[in-house]
């Protein structure tokens, strides 16, 4: 299985400031997501992160307030950007691989970061 | 928007029981279904994954899938207190996954 870890687990941020969230996965994937969780809520993609092109982003989620980087396969970042209290929430990192002789690609998540916006 | 339905719950069950979790989609050229488990303050972890119709078993669980009417089950039997968690239903897109927003089960002893 693919070992994904994140930095850091949980923030307490003040409005207006911006936090950079670290995903870390012990081996080459191509694709890497980014969640996000609200409270009581499910799961929301943000964005897709492919190594070496810009990310895609799904509706309702610019790149002026989450920038993405991946510089490599096994590294990305997220930023969220000019925090307000709506953007408290879980960050989930996810990475799509499959398992040895599995004939399915299974989608792996990180511990994910607590982010509160005061 | 491609909308992926579950009851929220909580839905109550005894200990041993079996207990039957539902989720429906709109996306009718949908290929790929997984139910993912996720105890409180922890990630999603995926315990099984269907995509063709009919059922699908897996030790106490079994999926199963319709895709005419759309929509996916998962069933647990002989549920225990350690199966208490939110279930999240998720159909594979284009590249991600589209969540539903999940059925909290309680396996009372």
């Known amino acids: 299985s693919a070992v994904i870890s994140q930095k850091p687990s949980r923030d307490i941020c003040q409005r207006g400031t911006s936090l950079t969230i670290q995903c870390q996965v012990d081996?080459?994937?191509?694709?890497m997501f980014w969640y996000r969780q609200q409270p009581g809520q499910s799961l929301t993609l943000i964005a897709t992160?492919?190594?070496?092109?810009?990310?895609?982003?799904e509706s309702g989620f610019v790149i002026d307030k989450f920038p993405i980087s991946r510089p490599n396969l096994t590294f990305s970042t997220l930023t969220v950007s000019n925090m307000s209290p709506e953007d408290s929430s879980i960050y989930l990192c996810?990475?799509?691989?499959?398992?040895?002789?599995?004939?399915?690609?299974?989608?792996?998540f990180g511990p994910g970061t607590r982010l509160t916006v005061l | 928007q491609k909308e992926v339905e579950q009851n929220s719950g909580p839905l109550s069950v005894p200990e041993g029981a079996i207990a039957s979790l539902n989720c429906t989609y709109s996306?009718?050229?949908?290929?790929?279904f997984f139910w993912y488990r996720q105890y409180s303050g922890k990630s999603p972890e995926l315990i099984m994954f269907?995509?063709?119709?009919g059922d699908k078993e897996d030790g106490r669980f079994t999926a199963q899938l319709n895709k005419a009417s759309q929509y996916v089950s998962l069933l647990i039997r002989d549920s225990q207190p350690s199966d208490s968690a939110t279930y999240l239903c998720?159909?594979?897109?284009?590249?991600?996954?589209?969540f539903g927003k999940g059925t909290s089960l309680l396996v009372t002893p």
């Open positions: 996810s990475v799509e691989a499959r398992l040895y002789l599995a004939d399915y690609n299974e989608q792996f």
């Open positions: 081996s080459q994937v191509t694709m």
């Open positions: 992160a492919n190594q070496g092109s810009e990310a895609t982003y």
């Open positions: 996306d009718r050229g949908s290929q790929s």
């Open positions: 269907i995509y063709s119709n």
């Open positions: 998720a159909v594979g897109a284009r590249y991600a996954l589209n």
